[in-house]
């Protein structure tokens, strides 16, 4: 069983749309969770943690359920800019401990 | 902003060629780390490196592999012994090692292909 699942996409959609994009991961144990951002053939890049009370920044709002092993975002008002790969990411314990990335999803925002 | 740089951006190499990816993590940072993303597959966890030494290393950080901080600005990945599935980008990552510091800092990035 992969470690993070996603939803590969891609998910086609035009400016201003909202978008929900979801994440699976099979570490029960797994501590911390991140969205990273990805664009082509660039480095990933933090979007944002994921807290379990869910949180919220802009237009963008994650969200955890730790009893389901799943994770949420959510886009509002889908910009152009916003067309990038969405990488779904876990570290199995706490501290500077290696990242375990999903395989992304990938979003195209349509004029 | 400090940021994570990584030379060179682009190598190409013959297959059983010697190859030595750098990277420059951000000036206070403790913890290094070394991924990859073969095209199109999703980013993989190779080694990481705190206090001069391995912390730890996935299946994929073989003999083949080692990492080095020759000096106090410089971490650098060689591969011995180059295959063609070895192609790929490797990215360079470090953390401050604070607690509440530990978000993973990525550089552009070393696109290597063998051939």
């Known amino acids: 069983r992969k470690e993070v699942e996603q939803d590969p996409g891609p998910f086609n959609v035009p400016e201003g749309a909202t978008v929900a994009f979801n994440c699976t991961y099979s570490n029960s144990a797994s501590q911390s969770f991140f969205w990273y951002r990805q664009d082509c053939r660039k480095e990933p890049k933090l979007l944002m943690s994921?807290?379990?009370s869910g949180n919220e920044d802009g237009r963008f709002t994650a969200q955890l359920n730790r009893a389901s092993q799943y994770i949420s975002l959510l886009i509002r008002d889908s910009k152009l800019s916003d067309s990038a790969t969405y990488l779904c990411v876990v570290t199995p314990n706490s501290g500077n401990t290696p990242l375990v990335f999903g395989k992304g999803t990938r979003l195209s925002v349509i004029a | 902003e400090p940021e994570v740089t990584q030379t060179p951006s682009h190598q190409v190499t013959q297959m059983g060629q010697e190859v030595i990816l750098r990277c420059v993590p951000i000036?206070?940072?403790?913890?290094f780390y070394w991924y990859r993303q073969i095209l199109g597959q999703k980013v993989e966890f190779l080694v990481s490196f705190y206090n001069n030494e391995i912390s730890e290393k996935s299946e994929i950080f073989d003999d083949q592999f080692s990492v080095e901080r020759p000096d106090g600005s410089n971490f650098t990945l060689k591969i011995r012994s180059t295959k063609l599935e070895d192609s790929a980008m490797y990215f360079c990552?470090?953390?401050?090692?604070?607690?509440?510091?530990?978000?993973?800092?990525f550089g552009p990035g070393t696109r290597l292909l063998v051939l």
């Open positions: 000036s206070n940072h403790l913890y």
């Open positions: 994921v807290y379990s």
């Open positions: 990552a470090s953390t401050s090692g604070l607690a509440g510091g530990e978000t993973q800092y």
